[in-house]
Protein backbone atom coordinates (compact mmCIF):
# COMPACT_ATOMS: atom_id res chain seq x y z
CA UNK A 1 0.00 0.00 0.00
CA UNK A 2 2.69 2.25 1.03
CA UNK A 3 5.63 3.07 -1.09
CA UNK A 4 8.64 4.68 -1.09
CA UNK A 5 9.66 7.83 -2.37
CA UNK A 6 11.73 11.07 -3.13
CA UNK A 7 9.97 13.54 -1.29
CA UNK A 8 11.02 16.97 -3.10
CA UNK A 9 9.25 19.57 -4.54
CA UNK A 10 10.13 17.94 -7.89
CA UNK A 11 8.11 14.87 -6.78
CA UNK A 12 5.15 17.26 -5.93
CA UNK A 13 5.02 18.76 -8.89
CA UNK A 14 5.23 15.63 -11.14
CA UNK A 15 2.39 13.81 -8.95
CA UNK A 16 0.12 17.22 -8.74
CA UNK A 17 -2.17 16.21 -12.01
CA UNK A 18 -3.00 12.72 -10.03
CA UNK A 19 -4.95 14.99 -7.34
CA UNK A 20 -6.06 17.43 -8.99
CA UNK A 21 -6.41 19.45 -12.51
CA UNK A 22 -6.16 22.66 -11.78
CA UNK A 23 -4.70 23.58 -8.12
CA UNK A 24 -3.50 20.54 -5.94
CA UNK A 25 -3.34 21.70 -2.16
CA UNK A 26 -0.67 20.74 0.34
CA UNK A 27 -0.78 20.21 4.22
CA UNK A 28 2.84 19.90 5.67
CA UNK A 29 3.26 19.23 9.16
CA UNK A 30 6.89 19.50 10.52
CA UNK A 31 8.74 21.37 13.46
CA UNK A 32 10.55 23.43 11.25
CA UNK A 33 7.23 24.83 9.28
CA UNK A 34 3.66 23.72 9.22
CA UNK A 35 0.98 24.68 6.75
CA UNK A 36 -0.55 24.84 3.35
CA UNK A 37 0.74 25.63 -0.19
CA UNK A 38 -0.65 24.11 -3.44
CA UNK A 39 0.30 23.49 -7.18
CA UNK A 40 -0.65 25.70 -10.12
CA UNK A 41 0.33 25.41 -13.77
CA UNK A 42 3.24 23.54 -12.20
CA UNK A 43 4.46 26.25 -9.66
CA UNK A 44 4.56 25.88 -6.13
CA UNK A 45 3.05 28.40 -3.55
CA UNK A 46 3.60 27.93 0.35
CA UNK A 47 2.02 29.38 3.11
CA UNK A 48 4.19 28.17 5.85
CA UNK A 49 4.03 28.95 9.28
CA UNK A 50 6.27 31.06 10.86
CA UNK A 51 6.38 33.10 7.33
CA UNK A 52 9.17 32.86 5.31
CA UNK A 53 9.61 29.46 6.15
CA UNK A 54 11.00 26.77 3.16
CA UNK A 55 9.99 23.08 2.28
CA UNK A 56 12.29 20.71 4.17
CA UNK A 57 11.40 17.21 4.12
CA UNK A 58 14.18 16.26 6.04
CA UNK A 59 12.36 18.71 9.28
CA UNK A 60 9.00 17.32 8.40
CA UNK A 61 7.15 14.01 9.39
CA UNK A 62 3.53 14.47 7.11
CA UNK A 63 2.56 15.86 4.10
CA UNK A 64 -0.75 15.51 2.05
CA UNK A 65 -1.31 16.28 -1.75
CA UNK A 66 -4.96 16.23 -2.33
CA UNK A 67 -7.48 17.71 -4.61
CA UNK A 68 -10.54 16.86 -6.30
CA UNK A 69 -9.25 13.38 -7.73
CA UNK A 70 -7.25 11.75 -5.23
CA UNK A 71 -4.58 11.72 -2.02
CA UNK A 72 -1.27 11.91 -1.77
CA UNK A 73 -0.33 11.17 1.94
CA UNK A 74 3.07 10.82 2.78
CA UNK A 75 4.80 9.68 6.12
CA UNK A 76 8.50 9.89 7.05
CA UNK A 77 9.98 6.73 9.38
CA UNK A 78 13.43 7.74 10.08
CA UNK A 79 15.13 9.23 6.47
CA UNK A 80 12.74 7.60 4.46
CA UNK A 81 9.30 8.99 2.75
CA UNK A 82 6.50 6.52 2.16
CA UNK A 83 3.47 7.29 0.70
CA UNK A 84 0.19 5.98 -0.26
CA UNK A 85 -2.24 7.73 -3.38
CA UNK A 86 -6.08 7.15 -2.47
CA UNK A 87 -8.12 7.49 -5.84
CA UNK A 88 -11.60 9.79 -5.05
CA UNK A 89 -14.46 7.36 -6.10
CA UNK A 90 -12.42 4.07 -4.75
CA UNK A 91 -13.22 3.65 -1.41
CA UNK A 92 -16.90 2.68 -1.30
CA UNK A 93 -17.46 2.27 2.68
CA UNK A 94 -16.27 5.75 4.02
CA UNK A 95 -17.98 8.42 5.84
CA UNK A 96 -17.22 11.99 5.24
CA UNK A 97 -16.33 14.04 7.81
CA UNK A 98 -15.64 18.22 8.83
CA UNK A 99 -13.09 19.48 11.00
CA UNK A 100 -12.64 23.24 12.14
CA UNK A 101 -9.35 25.30 11.17
CA UNK A 102 -8.65 27.36 13.77
CA UNK A 103 -9.11 30.94 13.16
CA UNK A 104 -11.69 33.44 14.01
CA UNK A 105 -9.64 36.31 12.43
CA UNK A 106 -8.89 37.18 8.52
CA UNK A 107 -6.27 39.49 7.48
CA UNK A 108 -4.41 39.32 4.32
CA UNK A 109 -0.64 39.09 3.88
CA UNK A 110 -0.01 39.34 -0.29
CA UNK A 111 -1.43 36.74 -1.71
CA UNK A 112 -2.09 34.67 1.30
CA UNK A 113 -5.16 35.12 3.54
CA UNK A 114 -3.61 34.42 7.37
CA UNK A 115 -6.26 32.99 9.94
CA UNK A 116 -5.61 33.50 13.65
CA UNK A 117 -6.68 33.21 16.40
CA UNK A 118 -6.38 35.63 19.80
CA UNK A 119 -4.14 33.16 21.61
CA UNK A 120 -1.87 34.38 18.64
CA UNK A 121 -2.58 30.49 16.63
CA UNK A 122 -2.25 31.50 13.11
CA UNK A 123 -2.40 29.48 9.70
CA UNK A 124 -1.82 30.62 5.86
CA UNK A 125 -4.20 30.11 2.82
CA UNK A 126 -3.38 31.18 -0.94
CA UNK A 127 -6.18 33.46 -1.98
CA UNK A 128 -5.94 31.60 -5.31
CA UNK A 129 -8.42 29.06 -2.96
CA UNK A 130 -10.98 31.06 -2.23
CA UNK A 131 -11.09 34.59 -3.96
CA UNK A 132 -12.10 36.90 -1.23
CA UNK A 133 -12.56 35.50 2.43
CA UNK A 134 -13.46 37.75 5.70
CA UNK A 135 -14.50 36.47 9.10
CA UNK A 136 -18.41 36.04 7.90
CA UNK A 137 -16.91 33.13 5.95
CA UNK A 138 -14.84 31.23 9.23
CA UNK A 139 -14.39 28.69 9.84
CA UNK A 140 -12.29 26.98 6.79
CA UNK A 141 -13.03 23.44 7.46
CA UNK A 142 -11.17 20.17 6.14
CA UNK A 143 -12.88 18.39 4.33
CA UNK A 144 -12.42 13.98 4.37
CA UNK A 145 -13.44 10.72 3.91
CA UNK A 146 -12.86 7.88 6.64
CA UNK A 147 -12.38 4.87 5.05
CA UNK A 148 -14.43 1.80 7.09
CA UNK A 149 -13.77 -1.60 6.83
CA UNK A 150 -14.98 -4.61 9.07
CA UNK A 151 -12.77 -7.73 10.20
CA UNK A 152 -14.53 -10.94 9.33
CA UNK A 153 -13.18 -13.28 12.28
CA UNK A 154 -14.53 -10.58 14.48
CA UNK A 155 -17.68 -8.26 13.03
CA UNK A 156 -16.41 -5.33 14.30
CA UNK A 157 -15.84 -2.38 11.85
CA UNK A 158 -13.44 0.51 12.54
CA UNK A 159 -12.09 3.57 10.18
CA UNK A 160 -8.50 2.20 8.78
CA UNK A 161 -7.26 5.34 6.99
CA UNK A 162 -8.43 8.62 6.07
CA UNK A 163 -8.28 10.51 2.78
CA UNK A 164 -7.92 14.46 2.81
CA UNK A 165 -10.33 15.70 -0.43
CA UNK A 166 -10.43 19.57 0.08
CA UNK A 167 -11.55 22.88 2.38
CA UNK A 168 -14.83 24.28 2.28
CA UNK A 169 -15.82 27.35 4.06
CA UNK A 170 -18.97 28.91 4.78
CA UNK A 171 -19.85 30.29 1.04
CA UNK A 172 -21.67 27.49 -0.21
CA UNK A 173 -19.97 28.23 -3.51
CA UNK A 174 -16.63 28.02 -2.04
CA UNK A 175 -16.48 24.38 -1.54
CA UNK A 176 -13.23 23.15 -2.35
CA UNK A 177 -13.17 19.93 -4.15
CA UNK A 178 -15.80 18.43 -1.31
Known sequence: MFESIDLTEDWLKGEASKVDDSCALILLQGSAATGFGCIRDNNLHWGLIPSGSKFEPEYSWDLRLFGA???WHCVRQGKTW????????????????RQPLWGTNVALDSDWYILKEARGAEIRLSKMLFGELDNKDLPVRLVFHERIEMQE???????????????????AEEKRDA
Open 69 to 71: KGE
Open 153 to 171: CTGLAGIVDAMLCGLETNK
Open 82 to 97: LARFAKRGDWTNFRER
